[in-house]
């Protein structure tokens, strides 16, 4: 087996006791024949070993492990997240290698989140890894590991509390983690993710431990690259950048908005399946406009007002050229939070030389697309028979308008223009109008539409008859009852999509949107709310989780070897999230399917995203494929144990 290096390094098996016999031969205490490398070998140099057989011993006893190129790399499944260290290739009952800087052992060995496994290190195991002594007697499961961590997490009355168990778990056992979230999603997204984790990053500095990810600050300019190279994984998939300016609906949270990053990429392991050693978490920090945070002794970033123009451009394009030389063509840079001036600047510009990924813009357009398509089984017709009116025209706004527009023509065979007509938005100063065209943001031009101005949304509704109401406003308890009852009288089954995130951002509750159009509202939110009961009747509302679309089409864009992003990739993530809702799920009112079964429905997603890759030219890896759902299910990372030699 041959796995390609970045650098020739030394390894003394000398000093190791390990150089009994010569290499190639079996010997009790180091097999030189090994079935699979784990990836904690790590000097800051590479993390990869080239094939053992062409390894050589040099004159004082060291072997040297010389470096290979990409082309003598041997992958079983074309596409996912390459194994380059064996690891998920083993089966569950395949011993590996727990390396460190040698192999680990003891104290070491606990203290390693990538290898660590508690009170579930066999006895074998402890004697062959010094651990005697260092653990109590008792040997348990990883499975009543998970049985424990619920009983503990579910007795913190306080959700920040669960987010700290949670952030300490995986920075000690990050396989005990993993496993955790998988079979626990629909009870712990919202710890991990939001609504939580927005409350996190307001206190991300007095919550503070470890340090998770990577911090470039304007301090770091001109040594970006450097930066990058102090990462001790060298093999990333997927970057999820921020730079914390619009964190949810909370506004400017400076460095600590590097919650958002961390937990993204959780959930890209634990719902798309993309390894975590792939996965690189960044924050940008500018400085900060929070007045708050600057006069905060806890607050851990730069104590400066925001760069702007010029110094932010270059600090940006310094990481984006940086990221591309030292990660290849092929990352995926996803986009988190940022401001609206500079998130679509930074996606027109870079998304024709990077594979990047707004999910504020994109990912957010795919799920609402999803749920709307869904919806359609309730009201009959085609989204071009429906007439759409927005509460806010930002990132997530004007997204989603875009590719619900994109689908209307795509479907309609009608130009996009004019699939634009029926889409109307709303901003802080009323219904965006031609007349106002001059005056508004170049994001917000293409749905200035004619009509006279109204600053009221409940006026608006009443002028545009719109079929759906979607907000995005990052503003609470804008859906008013007056709103939400004229939708009612207007509808037989009106469409409420209230998005903003976090719970108390949400332009309307559940029971606000029911109660309101007594039990007819088709009603899905940005962060979840509980089963709401009107008249006798249970309602399940929707969540309208961007954590449905980004992983699965992250983990496409992997496997296929994708170069760029394309509008047509988020139409089919859409229409593949759509396709997996069943009769059952209908009867309940859903629109969207349940967490449950998110690694499933990630798969589908993937594989769709990836053929649709392939259908345009934009994929790598070739040959493609034949059967991509059975490609992506088997390069999802598993955070099941290994066994330890």
């Known amino acids: 087996m041959a796995f390609p290096v970045d650098h020739s390094i030394v390894l003394d098996l000398t000093k190791l006791n390990l150089l009994h016999k010569p290499l190639g031969h079996s010997s009790d205490m180091f097999p030189f024949r090994l079935p699979v490398f784990p990836r904690a070998l790590s000097l ?105 961590m619920m009983h503990t997490l579910r007795h913190y009355q306080v959700p920040l509390q669960r987010y700290m168990a949670m952030m300490d778990l995986q920075e ?232 619900i527009a994109l689908e209307i023509s795509k479907k309609s065979q009608i130009p996009l223009e004019e699939a634009r007509k029926n889409i109307w938005l709303v901003d802080s100063k009323g219904l965006i109008v031609s007349s106002r065209k001059e005056s508004i943001q170049h994001f917000k031009k293409p749905w200035a539409h004619d009509h006279k101005p109204i600053k009221e949304l409940v006026d608006a509704v009443k002028a545009i008859k719109p079929t759906v109401l979607i907000g995005t406003s990052g503003v609470g308890q804008t859906f008013t009852q007056d709103v939400v009852e004229t939708m009612a009288e207007l509808n037989e089954k009106p469409i409420i999509l209230s998005l903003s995130n976090p719970t108390s951002q949400s332009e309307c509750t559940a029971e606000e949107a029911y109660t309101w159009s007594k039990g007819r509202a088709i009603f899905a939110s940005g962060s979840p709310f509980a089963p709401v009961e009107y008249e006798g009747k249970t309602f399940v509302p929707g969540q309208a989780n961007n954590a449905y679309i980004f992983p699965g089409f992250g983990l496409g864009l992997i496997m296929s070897g994708t170069i760029r992003v394309h509008d047509d990739m988020l139409l089919a993530a859409s229409e593949a999230l759509a396709e997996q809702l069943t009769e059952e799920h209908y009867e309940k009112g859903m629109i969207f399917p349940p967490f449950r079964n998110i690694r499933k429905i990630s798969a589908r997603i993937a594989a769709k995203v990836a053929a649709k890759a392939y259908e345009l030219g934009l994929a790598t890896r070739l040959p493609q494929p034949k059967e991509l759902e059975k490609c992506a299910e088997s390069s999802m990372y598993s955070p099941s144990y290994h066994s330890y030699r």
């Open 44 to 148: 800051r140099t590479s993390r990869a070993l080239s094939s053992l057989g062409s390894n050589r011993v040099d004159p004082n006893g060291s072997v040297l492990i010389e470096t290979t190129t990409p082309s003598e790399t041997t992958v079983d499944v074309t596409g996912g997240v390459q194994d380059v260290y064996g690891e998920d290739a083993a089966t569950e009952d395949m011993p590996i290698t727990p390396w460190s800087l040698s192999v680990a052992s003891g104290y070491t060995l606990l203290r390693d989140p990538h290898h660590n496994k508690g009170l579930a290190f066999s006895q074998r195991e402890r004697d062959a890894h010094y651990l005697r002594g260092l653990l109590p007697p008792t040997v348990i499961s990883q499975d009543l590991q998970v049985k424990k």
């Open 172 to 403: 000690t056992n990050e396989r005990l983690f993993y496993k955790l979230l998988i079979e626990h999603v629909e009870e712990l997204l919202p710890v991990v993710y939001t609504p939580t984790v927005g409350e996190a990053c307001q206190k991300y500095g007095s919550i503070f431990l470890r340090p998770q990810g990577l911090f470039i600050s304007l301090k770091e300019k001109g040594k970006i690259l450097e930066v990058l190279r102090n990462w001790p994984e060298k093999n990333i998939q997927v970057i999820v950048v921020t730079d914390g300016e619009r964190i949810l609906g909370l506004g400017d949270l400076g460095c600590q908005g590097m919650g958002i990053p961390v937990g993204k990429l959780s959930l890209y392991t634990a719902l798309g399946g993309v390894r975590p050693s792939a996965c690189l978490p960044v924050t940008i920090d500018v400085g900060t406009n929070n007045e708050k945070l600057l006069n905060d002794e806890f607050y851990i970033g730069l104590r400066q007002r925001r760069a702007t123009g010029e110094e932010y451009s270059e600090l940006m394009h310094e990481f984006m050229t940086a990221v591309k030389q030292n990660y290849g063509e092929k990352v995926v840079i996803q986009f988190e939070d940022f401001a609206n001036h500079n998130a679509f600047d930074l996606l027109a510009k870079y998304g024709t030389t990077h594979l990047v990924f707004n999910d504020d813009i994109q990912g957010t357009a795919s799920v609402v697309l999803a749920g709307l398509l869904a919806a359609l089984r309730f009201v009959g017709g085609s989204l071009a028979n429906h007439r759409f009116l927005f509460l806010g025209a930002g990132e997530a706004g004007t997204g989603i308008a875009e590719l």
